[in-house]
């Protein structure tokens, strides 16, 4: 092989590596950092910047003309919760119900998890 074909193939790996949309064909932003920020120090700060991906993850999507990965939806919606923005929430759950019916027990589980901390409080 001559030093342009390896170029070549240099340039394609370095833009296929620091390229943000995956294999599967999903956006996915600065979702692990902010994620393992948010689990690292759990705090107000770090929620709302994982919150601030998510929504840039399915608005960078939809402009991308991508489906919203699985899950972030849903997990938008639970952040949602954590504010009692319960209108937003359940919109958002909705949606990853359409998107992704078979996470419909999951999302059960889930709302009623938040439902009975809610009448907890």
Same mark, same amino acid.
């Given at each position: 092989?001559n030093t342009k074909h390896i170029a070549?193939?240099?340039?394609?790996?370095?833009?296929?590596?620091?390229?943000?949309?995956?294999?599967?064909?999903?956006?996915?932003?600065?979702?692990?950092?902010?994620? +393992?920020?948010? @689990?690292?120090?759990?705090?107000?700060?770090?929620? !709302?910047?994982? &919150?601030?991906?998510?929504?840039?993850? /399915? %608005?960078?999507?939809?402009?991308?003309?991508?489906?919203?990965?699985?899950?972030? +939806?849903?997990? @938008?919606a639970y952040l949602l919760s954590f504010?009692? !923005?319960?209108? &937003?929430?359940?919109?958002?759950?909705? /949606? %990853?119900?359409?998107?992704?019916?078979?996470?419909?027990?999951?999302?059960?589980?889930?709302?009623?998890?938040?439902?009975?901390?809610?009448?907890?409080?």
């Amino acid at each position: 092989m001559n030093t342009k074909h390896i170029a070549v193939i240099v340039f394609c790996l370095l833009f296929i590596g620091c390229s943000s949309v995956s294999l599967g064909g999903y956006y996915w932003g600065k979702y692990s950092y902010t994620y +393992h920020d948010l @689990l690292k120090e759990p705090s107000s700060n770090t929620r !709302a910047a994982h &919150e601030e991906t998510l929504r840039d993850i /399915i %608005e960078k999507s939809k402009e991308k003309d991508l489906r919203v990965p699985p899950g972030v +939806h849903a997990e @938008l919606a639970y952040l949602l919760s954590f504010r009692d !923005a319960n209108e &937003e929430a359940l919109g958002h759950f909705e /949606i %990853e119900r359409k998107l992704y019916p078979e996470s419909q027990r999951f999302l059960e589980r889930l709302l009623s998890t938040q439902t009975n901390k809610r009448d907890v409080k």
